[in-house]
């Protein structure tokens, strides 16, 4: 059989690629779309607010709170936490290596995650791939709520203070995943019959009891966080299961799927904002 | 640990004095620690077994910096300050805390007469601030509201 | 135990932070028993030798104790030495330089 050369094969499939491409979408339109009316809401809502400051969530809007939080970041309780992370993210593995050989920047990449995994189509979140540096490298997971991974994480985020949430979602596989979280964020569940959206959108600025509901806007971004509450750092997905707890509904697990699309979906509707964590809040 | 303690003597001599003091005697020179004004139940027996029977009044000389309704009453953060001449002392009590006197502070010569900190506070309750000037306590109060919030978790 | 030493004109701010639990000794654990106090009782500054400062706590102060004063006299560079003790009888002492202008 006659060999066909490379540059007719390309001719030949070019016409054919060409015609597949008008099949995908701009999943990345799509999605900004959604984060413009996110944002929009939340800009409408609270006026004063910059941008970047919904980031800090209630302190953006309650007088009383914030010049508590204020005197807290005199010397903010997660210091301690993260000089221990330090300390734990620049100790060796058994096998002479460190997180370094994981994570570039000495560890200063917190904002490149939640990023979608092409290959293994999955959301991979930092505290994920801190514990997958660590199978990679022979040594146990670390538990997922707290403690060292809280520690580790809250050091990472607190040197990559100030980059760019700059979450992609470029394909079809994240653009499902997008919408997983999506979903979740806006579905109604547990006894208490309550989304996230009905607190954090819709009751966000007003008072459940003597609490203030934080916007959603921004949410993700200062995680870790010490929350007075636990007297200790946890991660956001410790969060997730407390809240969950709090309506009634079933925690699930933690890094599981459902988190892990929640926190993607909600990562990205903070699209153009900054991260500034670890922080303190009650 | 035993630890031998010696009645602290304050001279109006100024510093050098007491930096040739604080060079002869050890570190624990201050007046046995008020371990029973720690441990009493009700603010007026903190208050007695901290500085005795000396007369109370009122003083608007005393500033407490401390929030309305307070975010979490494990950690609510209290700054105090005074102006009144000749301070050697501040206390602090949460009125309704199982033990009311929370922290004192000796008003050294060079520090500022003012501190601070983060207390624990039961349930709502006044803050009460003694300072010490001679042998006189003014007082000033601040009520702190502590809730319990909608979202626990 | 951390500390921020910063000298404005004439005065130094110092701000701590010490790590401990502060255990009122009134809680019980999982399985029922009292977990014993455990708090800080006594922290003391010293800045060439003289005592700037001394406070005595109790377990009504929060869980990693936070105290924050200010002191004339010294400057930047100079040192001071903080110090801790606990009902238990463990301590700390750290020196910190002041820094600023």
């Given at each position: ?87 734990l ?10 997180y ?73 596989g994240?653009y ?12 109604k ?40 509450k ?6 956001l ?46 | ?94 009125e ?11 008003v ?39 809730t ?6 | ?18 790590k401990?639990p ?62 801790w ?13 002041i820094?600023?202008?």
């Open positions: 059989m006659k060999k066909i050369s490379q540059s007719r094969m390309f001719l030949l499939l070019l016409p054919i690629t060409m015609l597949w491409s008008c099949q995908t979408k701009d999943y990345s339109a799509l999605v900004n779309k959604d984060i413009e009316e996110f944002r929009a809401y939340f800009t409408e809502r609270f006026p004063e607010v910059e941008l970047d400051d919904f980031a800090d969530g209630v302190y953006a809007i309650d007088d009383n709170a914030r010049e508590q939080w204020l005197a807290m970041e005199d010397f903010p309780p997660y210091s301690i936490a993260v000089e221990e992370g330090q300390a993210f620049e100790n060796s593995f058994s096998n002479g290596k460190t370094t050989d994981c994570f570039p920047e000495g560890g200063a990449v917190r904002h490149n995650y939640p990023y979608f995994d092409e290959q293994r189509n999955m959301v991979v979140t930092l505290e994920m791939a801190i514990n997958e540096c660590r199978s990679a490298n022979g040594e146990p997971p670390l538990e997922y709520k707290k403690g060292d991974i809280a520690k580790i994480s809250s050091y990472m985020a607190y040197i990559s203070r100030g980059k760019p949430v700059e979450v992609k979602v470029s394909s079809q994240a499902e995943a997008y919408l997983k979280g999506k979903e979740f964020f806006y579905a569940r547990g006894q208490l019959n309550m989304s996230c959206a009905g607190c954090h959108m819709r009751y966000s600025g007003r008072r459940l009891r003597s609490e203030v509901i934080s916007p959603a806007l921004g949410h993700p971004v200062h995680f870790p966080v010490f929350r007075l636990w007297g200790e750092i946890g991660t997905q410790r969060r997730y299961a407390g809240c969950n707890r709090n309506i009634g509904a079933k925690p699930l697990a933690i890094q599981g799927e459902e988190y892990r699309n929640l926190e993607f979906f909600q990562t990205v509707m903070s699209n153009g904002m900054h991260f500034n964590g670890p922080a303190s809040r009650k | 640990m035993t630890i031998t303690r010696r009645r602290f003597l304050r001279t109006l001599g100024g510093t050098l004095a007491s930096a040739a003091l604080a060079v002869t005697i050890p570190l624990q020179v201050f007046a046995k620690r008020s371990d029973e004004a720690f441990l009493s139940g009700s603010l007026e027996e903190a208050i007695n077994a901290k500085y005795g029977s000396l007369p109370i009044e009122d003083s608007g000389q005393i500033q407490i910096k401390a929030p309305q309704i307070a975010e979490n009453g494990a950690f609510v953060p209290v700054t105090i300050s005074t102006d009144i001449p000749g301070a050697t002392s501040i206390s602090i009590f949460a309704a805390n199982f033990s009311p006197l929370v922290a004192s502070f000796d050294l010569p060079r520090m500022h007469p003012d501190v601070s900190l983060r207390i624990r506070m039961a349930k709502t309750s006044d803050i009460t601030v003694l300072v010490r000037a001679g042998d006189k306590l003014y007082r000033a109060t601040r009520e702190v509201k502590v319990i919030g909608g979202c626990g978790g | 135990m951390k500390v921020k030493a910063v000298a404005k004109g004439d005065a130094v701010s110092v701000k701590m932070l010490i401990h502060m255990e009122m000794g009134r809680r019980k654990d999982a399985e029922g028993n009292l977990i014993p106090a455990h708090y800080i009782t006594e922290v003391t500054v010293k800045y060439n030798g003289e005592i700037v400062f001394h406070s005595e706590l109790g377990p009504g102060v929060s869980m990693d104790p936070y105290l924050a004063f200010t002191f004339d006299g010294a400057k930047a560079g100079e040192s001071i030495s903080l110090s003790m606990d009902n238990k009888g463990q301590s700390e002492r750290v020196d910190a330089i820094g600023g202008t």
